[in-house]
């Protein structure tokens, strides 16, 4: 059996909230395996054990736990009441810090819980004023920031719906999710920090609310200094700092347990983005799991975990403040041009336990050289990495530069839950390059083409049992079929996530990438991350996107795009120490046919590779069929690629 990369600190143990909640679901002395083998077994038990634990504060009792299990639509806690505001705000006296300010100054201004439910109360007063009742939408057009959390925190005091989306979205963009949910309030900044520069976003907020018809108001935030222009906006506008400096008293509404707290929406990278719909209830409940058991987040805490307002990772950033843990919010780029190891001095001045990341962060990290142990890194217990597969040769790293005993949980989750499906836990081992197991409550599995479980094996990513914050509906589906198809078409009752995984006999999850976007050579299966790790620790390569595309002819052309380090030539020595590389590293079976060298890799605006658009835009599909370019965080790259694929295909056969 392979030796772990880390085995759990006896006494970190000891002292960890799992430990205790393992003691109070009477399970003292379980271990991780067993933990989580009851956690998937008795749904009812596990999670009215964790509604005890974190002591939810209902204003009206639930009568069962899970009243109905079915995939879509398991009903839980049914009858209770709740509000996920006041439990964000009840932990946290009144002179502790709520929420640390940072940007890629290095600045920082600290919000006090007292502050902060005082803020809250006097925005959730503005909002109530302009008509935003239970059930109404308020959407945010705003970088990480405190007044997004208050924002967030005021609407959903109301039992009213969120949305938010960062200021890097086009105009067109941002509309194409909140012109769906039809709502009655834009809250906007005047514009964000990235890079040495303040964007302006003015104009662009304009131009927003103008295609947004249903809007009764806009609140406007002075953040990076910018006189708000003169042009009228369609509705009545309404300043920050009159809307949080009211004197009020906080009252949270109590809603159902499956009442709508937030839409998150999709990509979008191939068509108008889906609106997921979490509840209040399920959402509380996930995040207190993942936060409170897997990050050991609690009092006297700190989070900074690097994100925009778009991706599903802020969510989690707002909910820290459940634990009674500070929240780091941070307002810039991670690797800003003067300072690229600015974060790592924030985690330092401001004692940081938990710093959570991407691995294309910490791989550019290594790749150029910096060390983050110049700081004092002593208060980081946990990093947490996400977004992609982790690959393994970032674990020595973070052990040399960060420390021998900081547990690097690298996690796999989705928008679609808004929580991990596997990760790490204080007692849990870490494998380099694995995840340490399925987290608490995620009845994980993988199966073969034929719906059966396989070990040992790459197979689907399922989840055979419902979790709470499986999303309540998609926007505007009244049917429910768009859900369904997303989800339960490939294995009826069983939700498919869409990435190819490993169960290891050892209880660990190696993620391989999109299923969708498998290498497929001879019938032999790969996944495209397994390719991207190998390439990318090439000191000449920055970043590398891998294809398998079927062609018209039968035939199957497989090439890697690659984009040199500065200064780095891509010739024929260099071609092949690449495909070396892969037949060492890899498969030799899946050495690409091509290697090519582009000006860069696309993305989505969550840094995710656009492995599938990128394929069909190769194998002929129009640009208009296949992505948004809005949401694409380099939207020239997508006519580079259209043209490659149509010079393929002019070939003479």
């Known amino acids: 059996m392979t030796v772990p990369f880390t085995t759990p600190d006896p006494q970190v143990v000891a002292d960890s909230n799992i430990r205790d909640f393992t003691r109070h679901a009477g399970m003292d002395g379980a271990d991780y395996a067993a933990l989580h083998q009851w956690s998937v077994t008795d749904l009812e038990g596990f999670w009215g054990a964790v509604w005890e634990y974190f002591d939810i504060d209902a204003d009206t009792p639930y009568q ?55 803020q809250v109360a006097s925005v959730a007063a503005t909002l109530r004023d302009l008509g935003v009742g239970k059930g109404d939408r308020v959407v945010g057009y705003l970088p990480n920031t405190p007044h997004a959390i208050v924002a967030f925190l005021a609407t959903a005091s109301l039992g009213a719906v969120w949305s938010v989306c960062g ?77 949080a400096a009211r004197t009020e008293q906080l009252t949270c509404t109590p809603v159902e347990f499956d009442h709508p707290l937030w839409v998150v929406f999709s990509s979008g990278t191939t068509g108008l983005p889906k609106g997921i719909v979490h509840g209040h209830g399920g959402v509380l409940l996930e995040h207190l799991k993942t936060l409170g058991l897997h990050s050991d987040l609690g009092p006297g805490d700190r989070l900074l975990w690097y994100t925009t307002t778009h991706w599903m ?162 926007w505007n589906d009244p049917d429910g079929s768009r859900y369904r198809d997303a989800y339960f078409s490939s294995y009826p009752g069983v939700w498919r996530h869409g990435d190819w995984i490993t169960l290891t006999s050892r209880g660990s999850v190696i993620v391989h990438g999109r299923s969708d976007s498998t290498l497929n050579r001879n019938g032999v299966r790969l996944g495209s991350a397994d390719i991207h790790d190998v390439v990318e620790r090439l000191p000449e390569i920055t970043e590398a996107l891998v294809i398998g595309a079927e062609e018209p002819d039968g035939g199957y052309w497989m090439p890697l795009f690659v984009v040199p380090a500065a200064g780095v030539v891509l010739d024929d020595d260099l071609r092949e120490k690449i495909r070396d590389a892969i037949r060492k590293g890899a498969s030799p079976r899946h050495v690409p046919d091509d290697i090519l060298e582009v000006p860069g890799i696309p993305h989505t605006r969550t840094g995710k590779k656009l492995e599938v658009p990128v394929k069909r835009l190769l194998q002929g599909a129009p640009v208009e069929q296949v992505v948004n370019r809005g949401a694409v965080d380099a939207p020239d790259l997508i006519d580079h690629y259209a043209r490659l694929g149509a010079a393929r295909r002019k070939r003479p056969a």
């Open 313 to 474: 990772m802020w969510n989690l950033v707002a909910s820290t403040l459940l634990t009674g843990a500070t929240t780091c919010t941070y307002d810039g780029s991670p690797a800003p041009l003067a300072e690229p190891d600015v974060l790592w001095k924030l985690a330092a001045r401001h004692r940081v336990t938990v710093f959570g990341t991407s691995p294309q962060y910490l791989l550019g990290m290594a790749k150029f050289g910096i060390d983050p142990s110049v700081h004092d890194l002593s208060s980081i217990r946990v990093v947490g990495c996400t977004g992609s597969a982790l690959p393994a040769s970032a674990y020595p790293w973070v052990r040399d530069h960060v420390g021998e005993r900081v547990l690097l949980a690298s996690i796999s989750g989705g928008t679609d839950v808004v929580c991990g499906f596997a990760g790490s836990a204080p007692n849990t081992p870490v494998w380099a390059g694995e995840l340490s197991a399925p987290h608490l409550g995620v009845a994980l599995a993988a199966y073969d083409a034929e719906g059966s479980r396989v070990v040992d094996q790459v197979g689907e990513l399922v989840v055979t049992r419902p979790m709470p914050s499986m999303p309540l509906y998609f």
């Open 167 to 243: 200021q890097d979205y086009a105009p067109r963009a941002a509309a194409d999710r909140f012109a769906q949910l039809e709502p009655a309030v834009l809250i906007a900044s005047d514009g964000y920090l990235f890079n040495g520069t303040a964007h302006d976003r003015r104009d662009a907020t304009l131009e927003l609310a103008l295609t947004l018809p249903t809007l009764k108001a806009t609140l406007l935030v002075d953040h990076v200094g910018l006189p708000w222009p003169a042009q009228p906006f369609p509705s009545l506008v309404v300043p920050w700092e009159d809307a």
């Open 64 to 118: 069962r736990v899970l009243a109905e299990e079915t995939m879509p639509g398991a009903r839980w806690f049914t009858g209770a009441t709740l509000n996920y505001a006041h439990h964000a705000l009840r932990n946290h006296a009144d002179d502790a810090v709520a929420v640390a300010a940072l940007d890629e100054t290095g600045s920082c201004y600290e919000v006090t819980a007292g502050r902060l439910r005082a």
